[in-house]
């Protein structure tokens, strides 16, 4: 009985070890975008009539390829994620091609288990994955030669050195094994053709090595928005962690901001964005910026202290006062977070901020309206009609002189009214907006 | 046996009288498209067969205790009362009902007083007939006793209907009109002194010019200084006949029935309904705003007295006013705007379901004498919404951002 019991105790350690390093799929889940733009309503038809039937098993392979490597290594390396996984469709005896797996990532996604970037990222590293499979660099050219002759001649050993170093850490890959191969050439943006072609000929690396790498810069993993291991480890970290600014209000699903285009000629969704650009850290940082600022907006009391000397005085803040303040709190949070270390290169946008809390949970696609108004305080939205009232406004004051006498006073007595009725709606809704006059007065 | 029958017809008159249900009566209400109508309705909770009383209204002519006769001679004041008391029945079954308001269920029975014209006094509950009579109004009194050595007896909180009057805009105080002109030549006059100058500075142009430089006057300089002239004189033309608009502004009349309108009962029945928080003492345009909006959310309807012409000549009031907010809003000359009715209403649209508790529970947070709009109400509003909205946070933010648009 006691050895049964240290051995309950012993498989149940193991399996809180196990589960506390478990990758939970459902977290993959799309909840955050209501709309996909990878691919068209045909070709989701298309996929669905093609890969329709083994989609469901191929998930659970996936599912269970990521669970065993995040009990093993981590899920740190994106060729070690992808390549697990088709081990396990082999395993399985599930098709594992490009084109069958191409199918069921779109089967995936429509199917909301997964969003758009994951889709993006995985369609990205199959199709890289089935090039670099057999890839082969091709000859040294003479002008290349005569750099590398060069680049093996200049500087003093030190460089070399380092240079060694790093292609040393490359021992053992392949096109067939890339393993972590990726995230290192990526990590050493001095990687070029001229270095690889220096360290192969200095016996720092293989043929394989070689091919590797120059097929890694064929297939451009330096222009990867997003790879799957980083999308992976911000995905755990950042999605859905806060309770919400209401705990108790329920989940209302996706939303279209998220993903719609940052800019107008951009490709790059705002949640793109915000996995390409930031890491977890960062993310959390911004969506904790609007937190506070609810915070303080929700506030029972808001006072104003003067204090000179030992005497204080303190007036209270209107409810309103108190809202305002508030959004230029935050307007200067954002600020000066965008000048520290933490976000050095990596500038935010207010969007930015929006997307992040959407991201951890901490507002949902029902308040996204409202909380996107919060910074017309400082960039106040201004419609076209608004625009172009003005402009004419302007403008026809001046004009009025080329109108010759006695019609000039027919276009004054016209500029007058119009004037009169439009401006005033003109001040009453956009005037207002991020002059600091006294329509925001706190009090 | 003569004395045995005029005791019994004495004791038939002051009987308790039989407990009839309801009555068959013709009252106004609003119709298709807000417009009234006249309509056979029942009169519920009548505790009388012969008169307007009920168990929770007594309606009484002026300052008469007796109840109006059921079937009165007068057929303007039967359909008065009859008006009045329907609307009051359906205003109180709102707060009772939707509101579940224990102060209005357990009120006594209200006293309502048609067609009176004196003023209130709070020492005597009333002046004298000849003192200042008032028209085109109705109040909320709230209870009160003689002061000593008036006489009199106490009495309870009590509506007040005044009798319609006609008077002349022009005439009442703060219309802004006056006989000097209307609203079109105040604007016009505005214009003349630029247009002068105007005028006068091309004038002194184009003569330096024929001095100095006649060459390069395109036009003969007598043609061009007709050209001004013209422009002064079509200036003055367009003025002086503006004048004739004045009977569009001036020339109008301003008459208010106040019983026989819906929404003014149920905004007199909203100040006795709230009084258990807000004293009828004064009349700030905070609680007058609060009033406007529970009638309305009696009536379902965003605007007050509108489409009812024959017995409403003034200006409606709209909850959908997109009106913002003045300071001037807190002081009492704009009690009776509808500043806060739009605000309120604002509410109503954000949280449809749930806004006429918001409201309520709001108003038990505020006093008369001290809470204003921008500080005491806005604040109220928020609170009552941290307690019974339904995501309080996302709904104070939206409440917020609704209040910004109005001004605040």
Redesign the interface.
Known sequence: MRSGLIFGMVLGWLCLVTQADAFEISKLKNTKEAVTHSFSKSREAEALARGGKDAEAQFSALAASLNRLEAEKGLNCDFEIFDSFVSELKKMQLPYDHESLSDAFVVWRSRGWIDDLFYEAMVEISESRSRLMHFQSRRVWRREQAEVDQLRSMGDGSAQLALKSIYLGFQGSSPSAPGCTKERYVRHPEISRISNLLAYQSGWIQSEVLDLLEGLSLIGVREWEISIASYLKVLIQVKDRSKG??P??SDLGPNEFSSSFRYRNSNLTYRETLYSQFDAIQIIMMSDLLKKS?ER??ATRADLVFTRGDQSEVIPL???GQ?YFARKLLKKSIDDLNRSSLFAGSPFSYEDVVTAALETGL??S??IS??L?IDDLWSPAVSSWSKLSRFLLQVSGSANVLV???Y??IS??AL?VVE?VVARRIN?GNG?LGTGDS?YDPF | MILFKFLMMMAQAFAEPVSASSHQALVLVRGDEFRPVLREVELQDLSSDQRFEGKHFKIVKGVEEVPILLNDPDPELRLKAGTVYHHLTLARRFWVQNLSSEFVKSLPPLVIRLEMTRAFSDLAHYQHERVAPEYNNALSIPQGWPMDGVGGDSWGNEIWFRPKKQILTRDLPGSGLSSSGNPISA??QA?TR??KES?VS?LIQITLQRWFYPATLATPYRNQVL??A??LA??AL?LSGSRYLDSLFLEKYYYLDTAMIPEIIYHEFAHIALSDHLKLTLSTPMLEGLADYFATAVSGNPEIASNIRQYSLSMPKNGRNPI?YDPAFETLYFSNSDFVLSTLWRVRDLFPERADLLILKASQRLSTARSDI??DL??AL?EAC?EFC?????D???L??S??DK??
């Open positions: 600014i209401d108790g209000a609810f907006m929700d209107s409810p309103m809202y507002i949902q029902n308040l409202e909380v108004k010759p006498p006695p000039n006073l004054a007595l007058v009169g009453q207002n329509t | 604007y016009l214009l630029p247009i005028v091309r050209q001004q013209g422009t079509m200036g367009i913002r921008r500080h806005i604040r928020l941290r339904l995501a309080p946070r996302a104070r933010l939206r917020r951002q209040f910004e001004g605040f």
